[in-house]
């Protein structure tokens, strides 16, 4: 097949949802079909939905494929623009802005629903991600769920390791992520007043004006002692932060996936994530995880107190993460679920 892949930005930014378009590519030259991808410029939301005026734009998008991938993040461009565009559509959604909690999220669904309405099939990330979909009236038989691999890292840590990790004290937690308001960030930091651990947070700065209030939480909390920010890592000093720590924390306000809490469980962390998302697909509540509601300190510090106070329950649930981690699909598994789309819809569906 020729296939096409449209985004914003470069494939090659390290994001987890770039990461999983790389490797959907990789997967399909590897199975000998060509890809031709077509990098837009960032927007944002307003400037993106200008674009579908914008002739050039769909000449830019008028190559020769069988079918063309789009990153669903840049649907903005792409709500209009593609009822002009000449071939099959897959959309590749990893999570919609529509769920995200805020005022702007009927305006987000409102569009969503018609950019959807655009495209032929969508690949979703997680069985959360198919559902939101198709509440928006996306045909399930249309979708293919593709979970991410989690082999970034795939660390050599045994079982005797992860035991006597779980006995150190103070607690080491760690949050790893974007530093914007959706990771629920503040969340954690509430909830560290309320029990004897340390946390490391380790991510780039999304949104400065909420760095700024988190950090006047950790001073005004005085956690200062307990709370490292260390910026976006290489992969080698993050595997290091993560190999050292014994809870991963990202009680986000949603996800459409959390490739995180994966990365977290390669290194045996149980993981504390919301329920409002696609982290139900990797969390077993109380088995590799806790699951807590949204913005719900309280249920953060608890869940700490507890695996603080009990060091042989903690090994054991970081046991259980170490496991899921090894049960987690390849990247060859995903490859294939959406080759198989690809080729049912570049044969079946007829461009208008």
Not at 60 to 83: F, G, Y
Not at 91 to 109: D, F, M, Q, T, W
Not at 188 to 193: D, P, Q, R, S
Not at 215 to 221: F, P, Q
Request: hydrophobic share 40%.
């Amino acid at each position: 097949m020729r296939v096409g892949l449209t985004l914003y930005g470069s494939i090659e930014e390290r994001s987890g949802g770039f990461r999983y378009d790389r490797k959907l590519v990789e997967q399909l030259q590897a199975a000998g079909d060509t890809v031709e991808i077509i990098e837009l410029p960032w927007r944002d939301y307003h400037r993106g939905l200008l674009d579908n005026a914008s002739p050039g734009l769909r000449q830019r998008l008028d190559v020769d494929v069988d079918v063309m991938l789009q990153d669903e993040l840049a649907h903005p461009s792409l709500v209009h623009t593609n009822r002009h565009l000449p071939y099959p559509i897959v959309s590749i959604v990893h999570h919609l802005r529509a769920s995200e909690p805020g005022p702007l999220a009927p305006l987000y669904r409102a569009v969503e629903r018609r950019y959807l309405d655009t495209v032929d099939g969508v690949v979703c990330n997680s069985t959360v991600t198919r559902d939101v979909v198709t509440a928006l009236g996306v045909d399930a038989d249309a979708t293919a769920v593709a979970p991410p691999a989690c082999d970034q890292f795939d660390p050599d840590i045994d079982e005797e390791t992860i035991q006597r990790r779980a006995k150190r004290r103070p607690l080491q937690v760690v949050f790893v992520g974007n530093i914007e308001p959706r990771k629920g960030l503040d969340t954690l930091v509430e909830a560290l007043t309320a029990v004897d651990a340390e946390l490391t947070v380790v991510g780039r700065t999304v949104e400065e004006s909420h760095v700024e209030d988190v950090r006047g939480m950790v001073d005004a909390y005085g956690l200062d002692d307990r709370v490292t920010f260390t910026g976006e890592l290489l992969d080698e000093e993050l595997a290091r932060t993560l190999r050292e720590s014994q809870v991963l924390a990202v009680p986000s306000r949603y996800e459409g996936f959390g490739i995180v809490y994966l990365e977290g469980m390669s290194f045996g962390l149980p993981a504390i994530a919301s329920r409002a998302g696609g982290a139900t697909d990797i969390v077993t509540d109380g088995e590799n995880g806790v699951l807590v509601d949204p913005d719900d300190p309280d249920a953060v510090a608890e869940t700490l107190a507890r695996l603080e106070a009990d060091p042989e329950r903690l090994g054991v649930m970081s046991q259980a993460a170490r496991r899921r981690y090894e049960q987690q699909p390849s990247w060859a598994e995903a490859g294939d679920r959406v080759r198989r789309l690809l080729s049912d819809i570049s044969t079946t569906v007829v461009p208008t």
